[in-house]
Every structure is written in C-alpha cells, then in structure tokens.
C-alpha cells in the first residue's frame, strides 16, 4: 500500500545525484532530488582535492540546510507536466511541484521524451587485488587504448595500517556497450592485459629467496559508470545539465 505524503512546490528543482549535479544545488541554493546515488570513484579530483570527499560534504551540507529533500530514499521519479511524483523506501509517494526542472542524471527517473542521442560510453573501473606482486614505485600507468586506459596502484585495505608497498589497484577503461558485450573486454581480460603491462614493466611476483613466485592478480569487482546522460532537447520548464556548474560571483 502506497502511503502519500503531503505536496511541496518550489519555484526549481534538480534531479540528479552527481557531483554536477550537488554543486548546482548548493551553487544557487535550489532544493535538489537524488535520483541515485552517483559519487565519484577514490580517483577523481575535484580543484585538485578528492572529488569524493567534496561530494560527502556537499550531500550531508545540502541535508542540513533542508535542500537534499529525500536524501537517499527515492527509488523511481516520475514528472507529468509541472509535478514530480518521487516513489521512495518504504513505499511512501512524495509529489513535488515545480516552474523549472534541471536534471544532470536520467536514471529512474520516467515521463521524459525519447532522448536525441543515446548514451553509448561508459567508463568501466575494474579493481584488482594483487596477491603475488613484488614492491614497487608506481602509482599510475597509462596507455593508448580505451580498453585499460590507465591503471592506478593504491595502498592495499586488505591489511590494517598503512603500507605504500603493498598495493592493490585498479584499471580505468572506456567502453561502447556493444564492447562491454565483448568477452575480450570483460573483467578477464582486462586482467590478463594488467598482467602483461607489469611484465613488460619488469614487475616480477613476490620474491622468494633467490626466485620470485608467478605474478598473480585478482579481479575483486567491476564497476560501470556512465560516461554522460543521453542527450535530450530542452523544454520550457524542464533543462538538461551535462557541464560542471559554476560557481556565483563572490564565492
């Protein structure tokens, strides 16, 4: 059974649970919906400091000034003219009515008109425990495929404590759908391709006396992300978002 909460209205709202997306919400004080929960991988920056931090400030900010309207409850939007119905945990219906409507993030969110450009790349992380490989000075490797794009070593959180020479990491690739169909750009061989960057690096497997052990490397998760959200035409109450919002004059 639905329960239906009672109606707000708000001269804008915005949709979206990116990084973009918080930054326009707290940029002009408007009272935002997360759609999903979309934050930055460990990697990202944001003005040279952790994009992921500056997102857990901007969410939990946004919350405490009565701005993040339903935290991370919604589970599906749906708009029908001006009015937003947000279908949160719990089975409750929160109806939110709007002048103007900007999204950053198409996900679960229904009623809108087809898009004019699909969506077709996705940025795909896949993070890797590495169980037999000797100490080493890199932290990122690049390369000039999409297909293990770069691959970032990071202190390890297998092990408590800090330990800068036993590293786990993660390779960046940026994949067309059709290709993320492709056994040969699955998890596998993103790992048989790491493998053989190292070797070619000269990166051996844990030393053992005088011998070293095989290099062993482990797929723990895939991760995709969409690259951007599908490209829609603008309507008189309803604006997409692609770019990164900027800040008023005076901050």
């Known amino acids: ?35 999903k929960l979309t934050p930055p991988h460990r990697f990202e920056t944001f003005e040279s400091s952790s994009a992921l931090q500056a997102w857990n400030e901007l969410f939990f900010t946004l919350s405490l000034k009565g701005l993040n309207l339903i ?20 089975a409750r219906v929160l109806k939110v009515k709007f002048n103007k409507l900007v999204i950053f993030d198409d996900e679960n969110v ?21 169980r037999s490989c000797e ?48 056994f040969e750009y699955s998890d596998t061989y993103a790992k048989f391709k790491v493998t053989s960057i190292l070797k070619d690096l000269g990166i051996r497997g844990k030393k053992s006396g005088k011998n070293h052990y095989a290099l062993k490397l482990e797929v723990e998760r895939r991760e995709i992300r969409k690259a951007r959200m599908s490209q829609y ?15 008023k004059e005076g901050e």
């Open 233 to 247: 035409k603008d309507l008189e109450h309803i604006k997409f978002k692609y770019e990164t919002p900027q800040k």
């Open 71 to 90: 935290g991370d409850k919604s589970r599906k939007i749906r708009i029908k003219e001006n009015e937003i119905s947000i279908s949160t945990s719990g």
């Open 135 to 182: 100490k080493h000075e890199h932290e990122l490797l690049t390369t000039d495929d999409n297909f293990v794009n770069k691959v970032r070593f990071y202190p390890t959180d297998r092990v408590d404590g800090h330990h800068p020479y036993n590293k786990d990491l993660v390779s960046v690739s940026y994949l067309s759908s059709e290709q993320m169909n492709n």
């Open 1 to 35: 059974m639905l329960i239906k909460l009672p109606k707000y209205e708000y001269e804008e709202i915005v949709i979206g649970g990116s990084l973009n997306a918080l930054l326009y919400s707290h940029y002009n004080d408007i009272p935002i919906v997360v759609n």
């Open 110 to 130: 229904g009623g809108l008109e087809p898009p004019t450009s699909e969506n077709d790349n996705f940025i795909v992380l896949d993070w890797m425990v590495s």
